[in-house]
Antibody, heavy 122, light 108 residues
């Protein structure tokens, strides 16, 4: 049973870089057709797609965040990561990592991590 | 930027049918997906490719598409179906993914 687990600081200062890692267990991050994504949800609000990555490193980003986002993959650790620079209070949210099995970067997310709350505050 | 529009809330009595819509200009070209999210939990995929149901999702959940609107239908609503529901799709060129604003389903 493939599982995802987010990890990283729960508190980030304004203007700094938010860094999160998603560890994949029960399967290989290098599986063909799998796309790995990040989604966030501000408190009391809806879901926002941040971006997705293929194990080869091909990335797809939300245009509204593209200038501040980097998603990368580490196949040796079976992990993928999110970096969001120049954060503000508006970036406070629960951040989810997720897996799209079907083979396209914009497909449905079949499996989700439990989510991790990140607060931007000084 | 591209947007998907959902009603903020839908209310139904137990046993009735709930219909939640999602509208977007690119929906005739792009598949839609539906998620159920209960408080404090991660979303769960309930419909993919407009009308397909993942294994383990009850048959009372179904999806349909007509033009620029897709619809999630829950037949014979149960108390446990009370949750937020989100649609997801992509822009017309298939460049980025978008979520609808979400619909809160209340079972009266």
């Amino acid at each position: 049973q493939l599982q995802l687990q987010e990890s990283g600081p729960g508190l980030v200062k304004p203007s700094e870089t938010l860094s999160l890692t998603c560890t994949v267990s029960g399967g290989s991050i290098s599986s063909s057709s799998y796309y790995w994504g990040w989604i966030r949800q501000p408190p009391g609000k809806g879901l926002e797609w941040i971006g997705s990555i293929y194990y080869s490193g091909s990335t797809y980003y939300n245009p509204s965040l593209k200038s501040r986002v980097t998603i990368s993959v580490d196949t040796s650790k079976n992990q993928f990561s999110l970096k969001l620079s120049s954060v503000t209070a508006a970036d406070t949210a629960v951040y989810y990592c997720a897996l799209a099995v079907a083979g396209t970067p914009l497909d449905a997310f079949d499996i989700w991590g439990q989510g991790t709350m990140v607060t931007v505050s000084s | 930027s591209y947007e998907l529009t959902q009603p903020p809330s839908v209310s139904v009595s137990p046993g009735q049918t709930a219909r939640i819509t999602c509208s977007g200009d690119a929906l005739p070209k792009q598949y839609a997906y539906w998620y159920q999210q209960k408080p404090g939990q991660a979303p769960v995929l309930v419909i993919y490719k407009d009308s397909e149901r993942p294994s383990g999702i009850p048959e009372r959940f179904s999806g349909s598409s007509s033009g620029t609107t897709v619809t999630l239908t829950i037949s014979g609503v149960q108390a446990e179906d009370e949750a937020d529901y989100y649609c997801q799709s992509a822009d017309s060129s298939g460049t980025y993914a978008v979520f609808g604003g979400g619909t809160q389903l209340t079972v009266l």
